[in-house]
Antibody
Framework: EVQLVESGGGLVQPGGSLRLSCATS????????MNWVRQAPGKGLEWIAY????????YYADSVKGRFSVSRDDVKKTLYLQMTSLRDEDTAIYFC????????????WGQGTLVTVSS | QSVLTQPPSVSGAPGQRVTISCNGS?????????VNWYQQFPGTAPKLLIY???NWRPGVPDRFSGSKSGTSASLAITGLQPEDEADYYC???????????FGGGTKLTVL
């Protein structure tokens, strides 16, 4: 069974940093492209980062470019999102999502982890 | 402002048919990129419903169907049931943004 489990969320002050993790199991992690998608409270879904199998290429949404960094550890089967210079508007539930091979859609999602940016 | 445009809400009585529209542009749907649909219940993660315009994810009832034409797409739900009440999102790829894009989401209410 495919499983994605996010962790690392919490309360952080504006300007602070946080690293999210997405531990996976049930599939060959190294073969899949992975993404981060977030959802602000009461709002819609926003794609924010993509990392290819082999860690290249990597793409970001303009809203996080230069502040967030996505990476992966294929040995640990874990996806990461390093978030710096956090702003109030980064408050959201962050989901990791597996991308179906050869396509642009997400076939499996984690349960999400809440990041709250507030002083 | 989402790249893909959906109505904020739709509603229907049990047994009725409803459609949810998703309007894009020439850099996403109009460029030939597929549309995908997700269903999300409150407090849970989104789940893939329809992929590549009109393909059901295994286990999804055939009451749900998708279509795409030009820069527009739609999700149709026939024989509406109370358990269909959820938020629905369309999603595609945008070549000018080099990334995935979502619609703003549509809240379906079963009256």
């Amino acid at each position: 069974e495919v499983q994605l489990v996010e962790s690392g969320g919490g309360l952080v002050q504006p300007g602070g940093s946080l690293r999210l993790s997405c531990a996976t199991s049930g599939f060959t992690f190294s073969s899949y492209r992975m993404n981060w998608v977030r959802q602000a409270p009461g709002k819609g879904l926003e794609w924010i980062a993509y990392i290819n199998s082999g860690s290249s290429p990597i793409y970001y949404a303009d809203s996080v470019k230069g502040r967030f960094s996505v990476s992966r550890d294929d040995v640990k089967k874990t996806l990461y999102l390093q978030m710096t210079s956090l702003r109030d508007e980064d408050t959201a539930i962050y989901f990791c999502a597996r991308e179906y091979t050869g396509s642009y859609f997400f076939d499996h999602w984690g349960q999400g982890t809440l990041v709250t940016v507030s002083s | 402002q989402s790249v893909l445009t959906q109505p904020p809400s739709v509603s229907g009585a049990p047994g009725q048919r409803v459609t949810i529209s998703c309007n894009g542009s020439n850099s996403n749907l109009g460029a030939g990129y597929d549309v995908n649909w997700y269903q999300q219940f409150p407090g849970t993660a989104p789940k893939l419903l329809i992929y590549r315009n009109n393909n059901w994810r295994p286990g999804v009832p055939d009451r749900f169907s998708g279509s795409k034409s030009g820069t527009s797409a739609s999700l149709a739900i026939t024989g509406l049931q109370p358990e269909d009440e959820a938020d629905y999102y369309c999603q595609s790829f945008d070549s000018s943004l080099s990334g995935k894009v979502f619609g703003g989401g549509t809240k379906l209410t079963v009256l």
